[in-house]
């Protein structure tokens, strides 16, 4: 992945986890962004390691993006599609993270 690719990967991910204040978003925000971290670096550790150094720090720098927000437009968050949301980015293809192509149980969370 390029630099702008696996930065728009993460912020295009975690713009959809819905996240926000209520306790089981938030848990859903904050692991979403190790799953999504930790897929970045299995899928170009080279370029990972050049933005975060280590997936830590990319979790570290990513989890301040779950402080705002909630689901939106009256819409309300799904706990079950949140956990196959999270299970399924450890098979998610690499390229299809590079092009924005995200689970699609992963659009389901908020609904």
């Known amino acids: 992945m390029k630099h702008a690719v696996a930065t ?5 991910a975690l713009a959809g986890a819905g996240c926000g204040s209520s306790t089981s978003v938030l848990d859903y ?11 970045l670096f299995d899928c170009d550790p080279q370029t ?3 933005l ?3 997936q830590s720090n ?3 720098q990513n989890n301040g993006q779950c402080a705002n927000g909630t689901c939106t437009g009256g819409k309300t968050f ?3 599609a ?3 949301c999270l299970a399924a980015y450890p098979s998610a293809s690499c390229t299809d993270l590079e092009h924005g192509i995200f689970p699609a149980v992963c659009s389901q969370v908020c609904k």
């Open 82 to 84: 949140a956990d196959q």
């Open 58 to 60: 990319c979790v570290n």
């Open 78 to 80: 799904d706990q079950s």
């Open 48 to 50: 990972a390691t050049q």
């Open 29 to 39: 925000c904050q692991n979403g962004v190790q799953a999504i971290c930790a897929r």
């Open 8 to 12: 728009a990967t993460l912020a295009v």
């Open 52 to 54: 975060y150094g280590s």
